[in-house]
């Protein structure tokens, strides 16, 4: 769209709006998301904040009309572009929708705007004596619509489920333009087809979620990790093969391979050994006495073949062990300033083949390479560091990725285990589904999205 025309949308959005509501088209903040580490970058031709629900079907019906392309915007924590424009449109940004409407403690269950931060939400359920699961490394910016288009997942999700199991219903804007509500403060709805579940991971691309409601648990009284060392991911994953064998629970079951501990080291809270290669990192919780008795157990199956077992005790020390672990994902991008990192997943059998797969695709493209993530989960965050000035890193690392997502599929998984295709996995579904499959993929957005305005380009089985 020419410059003329994007200065008259920004006047009729406005127009429909109010004013202050409606940014040009080039503010850069909203034109990326954390795909950034690897120069993704796009053009928009306005910025939509629309105040609340209703205002949000405005601006929908308007586009659609219109044939102006929407790209809904949470937190842009994302690692796949799936909130950055591509090429054009309204960017619509839920940062607006930020009230929690209830939250009932007694009832254990809450009704939220999209733009909640995730980590605002945990936090209020937590004074109020509750627990929200979902716990993304990126809770203190992503937000609760981006959560559910993304159906995050996070350390807990190994015990707690991902986003999705914690949503029991949907306020979202249908194309052309309709605000609608699916499920609510129930616990069970089979009625219809299960739009709502539709609905969550789909990236934006069949309807924006302006609302959610929300089951919780009582929170945990207490939860205490644990990490055990070991020199090698043999040993390693050996290791979380026994905890499950061993019929205890954990919260997360969490891994670093060998160069995310280098990356990590000098931020651990304690020494960590020299020939430390493998990290796996365990999280006991329940009543104070359920916490004490997994943990004990824990630490007798972990301390075998361990080099060093840490376990913290204290408050302040328990949240230095996990504020080190959120910030795994920055400490490698760190190493040189870039990095191409994917979300595979595999059965937790296949976990090794995936970790020591991951480096060889590094060697064979000359990158140096490492992984962490979800170990209970089979999930990995398989990463190629790049030097961003450097075109050449970035178009070996995106070999790299094919590379791993094929590995991914040969050992039974699949592509995206958390962050989703959003652009730069369009096509590789097709690897992991019969085409039959992919049609009907197709076939549900064509229903939700007729004229291919909601977040195009995105989410793609092929290309
Ligand atoms: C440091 C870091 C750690 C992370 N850790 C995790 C992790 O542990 N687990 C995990 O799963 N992910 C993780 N992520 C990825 C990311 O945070 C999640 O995918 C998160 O759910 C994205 O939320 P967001 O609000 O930032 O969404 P955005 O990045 O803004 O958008 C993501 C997608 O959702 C769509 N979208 C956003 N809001 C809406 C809405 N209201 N309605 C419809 N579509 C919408 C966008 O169009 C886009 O396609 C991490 C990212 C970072 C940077």
């Known amino acids: 769209m020419a410059a003329s025309a994007s ?29 950034e580490s690897r120069n993704l970058r796009g053009r928009a031709d306005a910025i939509a904040l629309p105040a609340d629900a209703a205002a949000v079907a405005r601006t929908v019906a308007w586009c659609y009309e219109h044939d102006v392309p929407i790209i809904p915007r949470g937190g842009g924590t ?46 209020r359920a937590r004074e109020n004596g509750l627990f929200f699961p979902p716990d993304p490394g990126s809770a203190e910016q992503s937000q609760l619509g981006g959560n559910i288009a993304t ?73 205490l990790p644990l990490a055990a060392l070991y020199r090698d991911s043999e040993t390693g994953c050996a290791a979380i093969e026994a905890v499950f064998a061993s019929g205890v629970v954990p919260a997360a079951i969490e891994y670093l391979d060998g160069g995310s501990i280098e990356a990590t080291r000098g931020a651990y809270p304690v020494e960590l050994p020299g020939e430390a290669r493998f990290m796996v990192l365990v999280d006991a ?51 040189r300033g870039g990095k191409v990192s994917e979300d595979i997943v595999v059965p937790v059998d296949r976990l090794r083949e995936a970790i020591d797969g991951t480096i060889e695709i590094g060697r064979r493209h000359d990158l140096p390479a490492c992984s962490w993530g979800h170990a209970g989960d089979g999930n990995l965050h398989s990463t190629f560091m790049i030097d961003l000035d450097d075109p050449a890193d970035l178009t070996r690392a995106e070999r790299a990725a094919e590379d791993l997502f094929a590995l991914a599929v040969e050992l039974g998984g699949s592509v995206s285990g958390e962050h989703g295709i959003g652009m730069v996995k369009n096509g590789q579904i097709q690897r992991q589904w019969e085409p039959a499959a992919v049609a009907m993929h197709e076939a549900i957005k064509r229903t939700f999205d007729p004229k291919g305005l909601l977040n195009p380009g995105k989410k793609l089985a092929r290309v």
């Open 7 to 35: 200065t008259s949308l920004e006047r009729e959005l406005t127009a429909l709006l109010g004013d202050g509501a409606v940014l040009p088209g080039n503010t850069r903040a909203y034109l990326t998301d954390a795909t």
């Open 78 to 123: 994302g690692f796949t572009g799936g909130a950055v424009p591509l090429d054009g449109g309204v960017v619509l940004s839920l940062e607006n929708l930020k009230t929690i409407r209830h939250l009932n403690p007694g009832l254990w269950r809450a009704a939220v705007e999209a733009g909640v931060v995730t980590a605002d939400l945990r936090r």
């Open 151 to 223: 159906n995050a997942g996070g350390p807990h999700a190994f015990k707690y489920g991902v986003t999705g199991a914690w949503i029991t219903g949907l306020e979202f804007v249908l194309a052309p333009g309709e605000l609608v509500r699916v499920g609510g403060p129930i616990r069970k709805d089979v009625a219809g087809y299960d739009l709502k579940s539709l609905m969550i991971g789909s990236e934006g691309t069949l309807g924006i979620v302006t609302a959610a409601w929300v089951k919780m648990i009582p929170a945990p009284e207490a939860a």
């Open 285 to 335: 919780d329940g009543t104070a006495a359920e916490a004490a008795h997994i943990h004990e157990e824990l630490t007798e199956v972990l301390s075998e073949d361990a080099l060093l077992v840490h376990a913290p005790t204290a408050t302040k020390e328990i949240n230095a062990l996990w504020r080190w672990r959120d910030g795994a994902s920055k400490a490698v991008t760190a190493q």
